[in-house]
């Protein structure tokens, strides 16, 4: 694949970038390796003043950087924005906690004094040079995510972005280094995805993070095993949106709408499996379908439109497939359905119903303004049917019934349970999955101590 900017709305490209050889790779390596073994005695306080800067220069550029982002993969241009904000916010979060989350721990002396010691702690150290092999999707969110925390723990970043969004990938090591970073702190490596075994397999590499497709996050997977180095993995999702009949229907419709199409659809947490009891189900699916048809397709440098165009060619044309073969296989269409003409990887918001488990949908994830709904005959269904998915991201539930909550917080196979709310991300909350939505967790204190070399330091008596 090119790594150049291709814009969705028309398939136009507009800028091509060469891929970085393997002299221009290994400097940056060597330039990893060195900065570390400096960066890592700064100062939480100096760390933090690096990253309060780059929010400031961050919140600046908000702008001119969400068109980059909506140039690049269609988003929505206020949803770009958004985007931009809500990464200035977490670089301050972790600019402002990473030295309590970080802070030596020192375990009650009466729980070690058979130990030896006279004195025990544990500090968290950083790892090194990390790799982030990030996605498309939330070209920045995606990244800043890790950066913030990694660079607040000590650690460097290289990033190798995806390839169909080259200059945010560019954007954001400039970001760093305005903000006064030292250079090698974060850098961009604008290369294939073919060349990323050979960088993971270098021993100055210390451990890696993958938000993307279950078979990248495979052959990461396999050669960082094979390597024993540290990885999280943030892979896809197919979501469950529970609605009880004790549930404020109105809400949770209205909500429902915006949970499936954030970012066109094309969002590992976006809800995509529609799962109501039976006692609601037809009323719920009017008002969905309905408020589906509603959105407004189009420009996504428009204000005013809710849906743009999917990033890629290949995008759309897999989820057209999967649509299409749940058609044959029976299901209904509601609303949506069909390739538009015209140009542009367009497709229309479009509900499913009459899912079954041979169809292609039910167990593969829809990138895409696309919605299965389901009809749940009781709360032991809708559990059965929401944990029958390879995926295990996050989960929302609509009830008002606390024994219903405990039951679904209980038995949900999920990183997240968001009871009568849509998932979504906060730098103080641990974000990530379970079966094959990959491992481990980033955000909050879990994530900044994922890429830490938690040492444990005994003092003899």
């Not at 690096?50 to 206020?78: C, F």
């Not at 659809?265 to 039976?278: E, L, Y």
Request: contains cysteine; glycine residues 8%; hydrophobic residues 40%.
């Amino acid at each position: 694949m090119p790594i150049a900017t291709v814009n969705p709305v028309n398939g136009e490209t507009l800028r091509t970038y060469e891929a970085m050889g393997e002299e221009e790779t290994e400097r940056r390596l060597q330039l990893a390796e060195a900065t570390f073994r400096t960066y890592r005695t700064t100062t939480f306080e100096e760390r933090a003043r690096l990253l309060h800067r780059a929010a400031d220069l961050l919140d600046e550029d908000r702008r001119s950087i969400a068109e980059v982002m909506t140039t690049e993969m269609g988003k929505p241009v206020g949803q770009a924005r958004a985007e931009a904000a809500k990464c200035a916010k977490a670089m301050r979060w972790y600019a402002d906690h990473a030295a309590d989350l970080l802070a030596d721990e020192e375990p009650d002396p009466s729980d070690v004094k058979d130990s030896g010691a006279s004195r025990v702690l544990v500090r968290y150290r950083p790892l090194g040079p990390v790799l982030a092999v990030m996605p498309w999707n939330f070209p920045l969110w995606q990244v800043v995510r890790f950066a913030a925390p990694a660079l607040m723990a000590g650690n460097v970043g290289l990033l190798k972005h995806a390839s169909n969004v080259p200059q945010t990938a560019l954007y954001l090591e400039d970001l760093f280094h305005r903000a006064g970073f030292p250079e090698g702190c974060f850098q961009t490596l604008l290369i294939g995805s073919a060349a990323v075994d050979d960088i993971l397999r270098d021993e100055r590499v210390k451990a890696a993070t993958l938000t993307g497709s279950e078979p990248a996050g495979r052959a990461v997977a396999a050669t960082a095993g094979e390597m024993v180095k540290k990885t999280v993995l943030e892979l896809g999702g197919s979501d469950p949106f529970v609605v009880m009949p004790s549930a404020d229907l109105d809400r949770a419709t209205a909500v429902a709408v915006t949970a499936r199409v954030q970012n066109t659809g094309q969002s590992c947490i976006a809800a995509k499996r529609f799962i109501v009891h039976t006692d609601v189900h037809d009323a719920f699916a009017e008002r969905f379908t309905r408020g589906m048809q509603a959105l407004t397709t189009g420009d996504p440098m428009d204000e005013d439109t809710d849906v743009g165009p999917l990033a890629s060619e290949q995008g759309r044309k897999d989820l057209a497939e999967l649509v299409d073969d749940a058609v044959r296989s029976g299901a209904r269409v509601l609303c949506g359905g069909e390739l538009p003409d015209g140009p542009g990887w367009y497709y229309p918001p479009t509900v499913l119903a009459g899912i079954t488990r041979d169809m292609r949908i039910h167990r593969e994830e829809a990138f895409g303004p696309v919605a299965t709904l389901y009809r749940a005959a009781d709360l032991d269904e809708a559990v059965l049917i929401a944990n029958d998915s390879p995926f295990g991201l996050s989960s929302n539930v609509w009830t008002r019934d606390e024994a219903e909550v405990d039951r679904f917080v209980r038995d949900l196979e999920a990183g997240g349970v968001f009871v009568n709310g849509m998932t979504a991300s906060h730098p103080a909350l641990p974000f990530g999955g379970v079966k094959r939505s990959g491992y481990g967790r980033e955000l909050s204190g879990h994530g900044i101590r994922e890429f830490c070399n938690i040492t444990t330091v005994w003092h003899g008596a």
